[in-house]
């Protein structure tokens, strides 16, 4: 009788503690506060938005001083998006998210073809079609296959002195996130 008692009062321990652990990693997707849904209140999609160096009420920030970031969020239902900056200051890097924030793809200043940003994300079927005539402008564009059609980028770059920010702001304000057309 004892071991009953204590083995159903384990068992409501653990599965009390199960229920609440998926709560918790539930919750920012039943908010509304998940990391897509904060990309997307930033501005309308296909833009790169600079992220300020300070928390400014619900939007994101640039939580490391030595780090500034821009995110864009796309939806590649229609068209594919190509992501686009010239090379950095120093070191950046590249992440491509999809909506419910799993990281699809990276490649940073290192990786990349010649230090610069040339990414196009777009779905199997658009990528089929444009492998089978794959226009010159595309000759050094990394490809990312994307299952999802929505999902968001995040590019980052250092700027570890004073002296390095005016030159990562700029960077960042000149990347280009759009829908590509050309296929």
Same mark, same amino acid.
């Given at each position: !009788?004892? @071991? ?7 068992? &409501? ?18 908010? &509304?506060?998940?990391?897509?849904? +904060? ?14 160096? !300070?928390? /400014? &009420?619900?939007? #994101?920030?640039? #939580?490391?001083? =030595? ?11 229609? /068209?594919?998006? *190509? #992501? ?6 120093? $070191?950046?890097? %590249?992440?491509? =998210?999809?909506? *419910?924030?799993?990281?699809? $793809?990276?490649?940073?200043? @290192? ?8 990414? %196009? ?7 089929? +079609?444009? @492998?089978?005539? #794959?226009?010159?402008?595309?000759? +050094? ?8 059609? %929505?999902? =968001?980028?995040?590019? +980052? ?6 002296? $390095?920010?005016?030159?990562? *702001?700029? $960077? %960042? ?9 050309? =296929?």
């Amino acid at each position: !009788m004892v @071991r009953k008692l204590a083995f159903a009062a384990v068992t &409501g321990l653990v599965g009390a503690a199960l229920l609440h652990i998926i709560i918790i990693l539930a919750l920012p997707s039943f908010t &509304g506060q998940d990391a897509y849904t +904060r990309v997307q209140a930033e501005g309308p999609e296909n833009a790169f938005y600079s992220l300020p160096d !300070m928390s /400014q &009420g619900e939007g #994101l920030a640039n #939580l490391d001083p =030595y780090v500034k970031v821009a995110v864009c969020h796309f939806d590649v239902t229609t /068209q594919p998006v *190509r #992501l686009v900056a010239g090379k950095g200051p120093g $070191f950046w890097s %590249l992440a491509v =998210y999809n909506s *419910r924030s799993d990281e699809v $793809f990276s490649i940073n200043d @290192r990786t990349s073809v010649d230090g610069s940003v040339d990414v %196009l994300a777009a779905s199997s079927v658009q990528l089929g +079609r444009i @492998r089978k005539a #794959l226009p010159d402008s595309l000759s +050094r564009t990394i490809t990312v296959e994307l299952k999802d059609p %929505l999902g =968001y980028a995040v590019l +980052r770059t250092m700027a570890p002195q004073t002296s $390095f920010e005016e030159n990562a *702001r700029e $960077f %960042l304000a000149d990347a280009v996130c759009t829908p590509f057309s050309d =296929y």
